[in-house]
T-cell receptor
Framework: EDQVTQSPEALRLQEGESSSLNCSYT??????LFWYRQDPGKGPEFLFT???AGEEKEKERLKATLTKKESFLHITAPKPEDSATYLC?????????????FGQGTRLTINP | KAGVTQTPRYLIKTRGQQVTLSCSPI?????VSWYQQTPGQGLQFLFE???????NKGNFPGRFSGRQFSNSRSEMNVSTLELGDSALYLC?????????????FGPGTRLTVL
């Protein structure tokens, strides 16, 4: 069964203090790994899709990387508006194309 | 382009009632998936529809059902509501099934069962 584990559960940083969020996964065959951002009371907002080990993608202060067992979301010089829950999800070749398996998320707080 | 829309945004029901939630996908998207989000279980896959056919189903009881219309709009129904059904129900749309196609989520429907 596919599994996704995110760590830490919660992370509190000062504005400008860079850090990384971890997403470890177990799948039969990775079709894609997704990162989403979710603000309280809202639906997840798409950030990145990664398909194969070694792939990296960047958007503003965020950079996502992928290995065969885990993905990292690096946050450089974060601002208070980066505060949100960050969700990682995987799609498995054998579980149906549109079924995403999510981790529990990392709740990130950036203090000014 | 308008995003995924869900109606209603909030619902309060009592145990034993049934409820229908609606989802309109992004224009041109033909695949619609539904997820349940709770504090304890996180986001869990309910089912996926494409071309009015259910293609995949998660581990939820038969009280949870859905359908998709010819215009790709989808509805989800929960019968005989239980307290544990209180959750944020999220709909996501994507262009086509197959491939790691990005799913875009709506704002969700917050269901409270009393």
């Amino acid at each position: 069964e596919d599994q996704v584990t995110q760590s830490p559960e919660a992370l509190r940083l000062q504005e400008g203090e860079s850090s990384s969020l971890n997403c470890s996964y177990t799948v039969s065959g990775l079709r894609g790994l997704f990162w989403y951002r979710q603000d309280p009371g809202k639906g997840p907002e798409f950030l990145f899709t990664l398909y194969s080990a070694g792939e990296e993608k960047e958007k503003e202060r965020l950079k996502a990387t992928l290995t065969k067992k885990e993905s990292f979301l690096h946050i450089t010089a974060p601002k208070p508006e980066d505060s949100a829950t960050y969700l990682c999800a995987v799609q498995d070749h054998f579980q149906g194309a549109q079924k995403l398996v999510f981790g529990q998320g990392t709740r990130l707080t950036i203090n000014p | 382009k308008a995003g995924v829309t869900q109606t209603p945004r909030y619902l309060i029901k009592t145990r034993g009632q049934q409820v229908t939630l609606s989802c309109s996908p992004i224009s041109g998207h033909r695949s619609v998936s539904w997820y349940q989000q709770t504090p304890g279980q996180g986001l869990q896959f309910l089912f996926e529809y494409f071309s009015e056919t259910q293609r995949n189903k998660g581990n939820f009881p038969g009280r949870f059902s859905g359908r998709q219309f010819s215009n790709s709009r989808s509805e989800m129904n929960v019968s005989t509501l239980e307290l544990g059904d209180s959750a944020l129900y999220l709909c996501a749309s994507s262009l086509e099934p197959g491939g790691a196609d990005t799913q875009y989520f709506g704002p969700g429907t917050r269901l409270t069962v009393l």
